[in-house]
């Protein structure tokens, strides 16, 4: 795995052109976050309802990002994120349980989502602890707390075996 720099040729969307590719699920669950910005540019962690997320919860993801220096660290894992890594990473730093193409690709995704506050969507296909191929959809997206400052990213992924 490379941690070098990221790839320019990496399967990345960073507009709402994503929706005209994404999954019918992954299109509704960014409807639902955007819903809960009330105008904002980003809701936060209090603004989601688990019991409202039901349908999206095996494929969520929270990552807490830590400021000064920068660490991002797994707050919850939906079973089919731990089924597709083949552990649980609950606890981890993304840098310890991340699945990608490379670190700096992912590492990558974060960056775009922490600093430039903007939504991810990439369909990087990547081998999983099986064998078996799986095409993944992951959105990535930002929610703060003090309504500036991203505190943590939420993603869902969509995972199929091809």
Not at 39 to 47: N, Y
Not at 68 to 85: A, F, S
Not at 153 to 161: D, G, H, L, Q
Request: charged share 30%.
């Amino acid at each position: 795995m490379s941690t070098a720099s990221p790839s320019t040729d990496y399967p990345r969307e960073t507009s709402l052109g994503f929706l005209e590719r994404c999954s019918p699920r992954v299109a509704s669950f960014y409807r639902y976050w955007d819903e809960k910005r009330n105008g904002r540019a980003m809701p936060s962690r209090a603004d989601l309802d688990p019991i409202e997320m039901k349908q999206w919860l095996p494929g969520i993801m929270l990552i807490d990002v830590f400021h000064n220096p920068r660490k991002l660290v797994y707050r919850l894992i939906g079973t089919k994120m731990m089924e597709l890594r083949g552990r649980d990473v609950t606890g981890m730093t993304v840098e310890e349980g991340f699945i990608g193409s490379s670190l700096s690709d992912v590492l990558e995704n974060y960056r775009l989502v922490i600093e430039e506050k903007k939504l991810v969507y990439d369909w990087d296909p990547l081998p999983s602890p099986d064998g078996w191929l799986r095409e993944p959809e992951g959105l990535l997206l930002p929610l703060s707390s003090d309504g500036e400052n991203v505190d943590m990213v939420i993603v869902y992924a969509e995972v199929e075996r091809k």
